[in-house]
């Protein structure tokens, strides 16, 4: 069974910069798993932020960037603002139309 | 603007069929452009994607939900369903759906990804 790892929690502080990993069990994630990123706000749905790597949605702050970065997804978020503390999932397609999403990293702004 | 709204009993007995619905505004399920999707959030494991449904009724379905799901479209009401048969308690979980969007590039697979949610329903297995 394949399985989709994302660091279980990070802390950034206002203004900060921090990177968030998504790891493939399989080995490395390379362009061809679309990664996509997503934001979940407590009561909340997801909302999508990054697809197909580093692609935004029209939606998306301009401070959020997607890439890869040692065999992983990332996601980057530069001048991190209070309301960026969220949950943020990724997910990842293995071929077809469906995907695995990442156990989530709990992001604290302090 | 596009809108999904969830809709259907919170409360499930077990191994009998959950059913929800998924009404969609602001655009049609008629649309060859997108396909339609239905994914799960529970605590003990996290985000889970149900399955897909196509304008056509192409279906593709998560292979270890495949044998209990079937999803559904009623283009005459711009909805589409979600059927889970034999549940327990580990379905218990939030249900979202949304709009699945996609690309083709040339001598590559077709590229899918999430675009709009619904606000998700919780639904409860328990007798």
């Known amino acids: 069974q394949t399985v989709v790892t994302q660091e279980p929690s990070l802390t950034v502080s206002p203004g900060g910069t921090v990177t968030l990993t998504c790891a493939s069990s399989?080995?490395?994630?390379?362009?061809?798993?679309?990664p996509n990123w997503f934001q979940q706000k407590p009561g909340q749905a997801p909302r999508a932020l990054i697809y197909?790597?580093?692609n935004k949605h029209s939606w998306t702050p301009a401070r959020f960037s997607g890439s890869l970065l040692g065999g992983k997804a990332a996601l980057t978020l530069s001048g991190v603002q209070p309301e960026d503390e969220a949950d943020y999932y990724c997910?990842?397609?293995?071929?077809?139309?469906?995907?695995?999403f990442g156990g989530g990293t709990k992001l604290t702004v302090l | 603007q596009l809108q999904l709204q969830e809709s259907g009993p919170g409360l499930v007995k077990p191994s009998e069929t959950l059913s929800l619905t998924c009404t969609v505004s602001?655009?049609?399920?008629?649309?060859?452009?997108?396909?339609w999707g239905w994914i799960r959030q529970s605590p003990g494991k996290g985000l889970e994607w149900i399955g897909n449904?196509?304008?056509?009724?192409?279906?593709y379905y998560n292979p270890s939900l495949k044998s209990r799901v079937t999803i559904s479209l009623d283009t005459s009401k711009n909805k589409f369903s979600l059927r889970l048969s034999s549940v327990t308690a580990a379905d218990t979980a939030v249900y979202y759906c949304?709009?699945?969007?996609?690309?083709?590039?040339?001598?590559?697979?077709?590229?899918?990804?999430?675009?709009?949610w619904g606000q998700g329903t919780l639904v409860t297995v328990s007798s």
């Open positions: 449904i196509y304008y056509s009724g192409t279906t």
């Open positions: 197909s790597t580093s």
């Open positions: 399989t080995g490395a994630v390379t362009s061809g798993y679309y």
């Open positions: 997910l990842l397609y293995y071929g077809g139309a469906l995907g695995v």
């Open positions: 602001g655009g049609s399920i008629s649309s060859s452009n997108y396909y």
């Open positions: 949304a709009r699945v969007d996609y690309y083709d590039t040339t001598g590559y697979p077709r590229v899918y990804f999430f675009d709009y």
